[in-house]
């Protein structure tokens, strides 16, 4: 069996259509630890009226020619020892030495297994990799590990001005709450533009409505398009009506801007928000890229709406060449699988074991193990996150 660090991949930007340059673009899963929504909805009504690692061993390996979803059902233990296996996996790429697997990783048990995880997000801190610090803030934010917090302190001083945010955001969300100027500030004066928008992303995690006013003037003022949609993304993440509008309307503007706001509305799925993702989705979206149509399935299937199962799990079972663009069929598998384990249904189980097993690119792999553990419901009494499954509306 291989090492998680065997074969170097390089990073890729979300939807193909421009370089990743912030700390946040580059980290290819989006799994932000705020809890699921819980609105009573199903978009499903509306719609009908409107670089490579292996698996442990014991993972399947290869992918027939014409595979179509299977109704027939795993048992409940053939379930949950597939999900410890595939949970084992994203804890080996928790300590990947490429960097975007672990910081991927680490993102993924901030949701799966962030009691177990939290020794890998400490160990982040330590990195020689500036992102893989990020992550590590980030993740130790998100569970408020209040005995780093003298770490986290310390590393508001990082030599790397995105780790010096993350770093704000983690003193935060551990008690150490003067920290929250780091961030208004670098969204506020920063040169680059790329702080500016890592600063906006983060303070939307905050979870403080009244940071709303440091947004919305970014959102209206800020002389990057970039930082203005993430600005906008994150009022509507603090719930600021106005923001949710306004990304709404981003999401139909041009493609840049769009691919951004729509990977926001996937995240927040509210229903709201729901018109939007079935557009996306939709056929009649001709201008719209696979990548955005799979970010619409994804956000649908927070929604409990299944409409995009189709669409993400031909992607999942085929190639996606091209000569121009050498991480596109990555890049959409990885959003397949990732749309895949949102909807959270049972049929796509066999064909995603088959792609976390597999020996083509790590970041499928890893994408598809944690579909699998979305989709599987973790056993209870065992601290191992939630699944998509038991985040749905009620």
Same mark, same amino acid.
């Given at each position: 069996?291989?090492?998680?660090?065997?074969?170097?991949?390089?990073?890729?930007?979300?939807?193909?259509?421009?370089?990743?340059?912030? $700390?946040?673009?580059?980290?290819?899963?989006?799994?932000?630890?705020?809890?699921?929504?819980?609105?009573?909805?199903?978009?499903?009504?509306r719609?009908?009226?409107?670089?490579?690692?292996?698996? &442990?061993?014991?993972?399947?390996?290869?992918?027939?020619? /014409?595979?179509?979803?299977?109704a027939?059902?795993?048992?409940?233990?053939?379930?949950?020892?597939?999900?410890?296996?595939?949970?084992?996996?994203?804890?080996?790429?928790?300590?990947?030495?490429?960097? $975007?697997?672990?910081?991927?990783?680490?993102?993924?048990?901030?949701?799966?297994?962030?009691?177990?995880?939290?020794?890998?997000?400490?160990?982040a801190?330590?990195?020689?990799?500036?992102?893989?610090?990020?992550?590590?803030?980030?993740?130790?934010?998100?569970?408020?590990?209040?005995? #780093?917090?003298?770490r986290l302190?310390?590393?508001?001083?990082?030599?790397?001005?995105?780790?010096?945010?993350?770093?704000?955001?983690?003193?935060?969300?551990?008690?150490?709450?003067?920290?929250?100027?780091?961030?208004?500030?670098?969204?506020?004066?920063?040169?680059?533009?790329?702080v500016?928008?890592?600063?906006?992303?983060?303070?939307?995690?905050?979870g403080?409505?009244?940071?709303?006013?440091?947004?919305?003037?970014?959102?209206?003022?800020?002389?990057?398009?970039?930082?203005?949609?993430?600005?906008?993304?994150?009022?509507?993440?603090?719930?600021?009506?106005?923001?949710?509008?306004?990304?709404?309307?981003? &999401?139909?503007?041009?493609? /840049?801007?769009?691919?951004?706001a729509?990977?926001?509305?996937?995240?927040?799925?509210? #229903?709201?928000?729901c018109?939007?993702?079935?557009?996306?989705?939709?056929?009649?979206?001709?201008? #719209?890229?696979?990548?955005?149509?799979?970010?619409?399935a994804?956000?649908?299937?927070?929604?409990?709406?299944?409409?995009?199962?189709?669409?993400a799990?031909?992607?999942? /079972?085929?190639?996606?060449?091209?000569?121009?663009?050498d991480?596109?069929?990555?890049?959409?598998?990885?959003?397949?699988?990732?749309?895949?384990?949102?909807?959270?249904?049972?049929?796509?189980?066999a #064909?995603?074991?088959?792609?976390?097993?597999?020996?083509?690119?790590?970041?499928?792999?890893?994408?598809?193990?944690?579909?699998?553990c979305?989709?599987?419901?973790?056993?209870?009494?065992?601290?191992?996150?939630?699944?998509?499954?038991?985040?749905?509306?009620?």
């Open positions: 069996m291989k090492h998680p660090t065997s074969t170097p991949v390089r990073a890729i930007s979300p939807a193909g259509c421009r370089p990743a340059m912030s $700390v946040r673009d580059r980290l290819t899963i989006r799994t932000p630890a705020a809890a699921r929504p819980s609105w009573r909805h199903d978009c499903g009504v719609r009908r009226a409107c670089a490579a690692l292996a698996l &442990a061993s014991a993972l399947l390996a290869g992918c027939s020619q /014409t595979p179509a979803p299977s027939a059902r795993m048992s409940v233990l053939e379930q949950a020892q597939l999900r410890q296996r595939a949970l084992d996996f994203i804890h080996r790429a928790a300590r990947s030495e490429i960097d $975007v697997v672990c910081c991927n990783a680490i993102e993924a048990l901030v949701q799966l297994d962030p009691d177990g995880g939290a020794r890998h997000f400490r160990a801190l330590g990195s020689p990799v500036p992102m893989v610090r990020f992550a590590g803030c980030v993740a130790l934010g998100e569970i408020r590990d209040t005995g #780093e917090v003298d302190r310390r590393l508001i001083s990082d030599a790397d001005p995105h780790v010096q945010l993350a770093a704000a955001y983690g003193t935060y969300r551990c008690g150490g709450r003067d920290a929250g100027w780091q961030l208004a500030g670098a969204l506020r004066t920063h040169a680059d533009e790329n500016r928008a890592d600063a906006a992303y983060l303070i939307g995690k905050l403080e409505p009244e940071a709303a006013e440091h947004l919305r003037l970014a959102a209206t003022n800020d002389k990057s398009s970039k930082v203005r949609v993430l600005a906008i993304a994150a009022m509507a993440r603090l719930g600021d009506r106005e923001g949710i509008e306004r990304l709404i309307q981003v &999401a139909q503007g041009d493609a /840049t801007s769009r691919v951004v729509l990977q926001s509305i996937a995240e927040l799925a509210t #229903e709201r928000m018109d939007a993702l079935l557009f996306a989705l939709s056929k009649d979206a001709k201008d #719209e890229y696979l990548e955005n149509r799979l970010i619409a994804r956000g649908l299937g927070k929604l409990n709406d299944k409409s995009g199962f189709d669409l799990f031909w992607a999942l /079972t085929h190639r996606h060449a091209d000569p121009k663009d991480e596109k069929d990555t890049r959409i598998r990885v959003l397949a699988a990732m749309a895949l384990g949102d909807i959270a249904d049972m049929r796509a189980l #064909e995603l074991e088959k792609a976390a097993a597999g020996q083509d690119d790590a970041r499928v792999q890893l994408a598809a193990s944690y579909a699998i979305r989709i599987v419901p973790a056993p209870m009494g065992t601290g191992g996150g939630r699944s998509a499954a038991a985040d749905r509306p009620r």
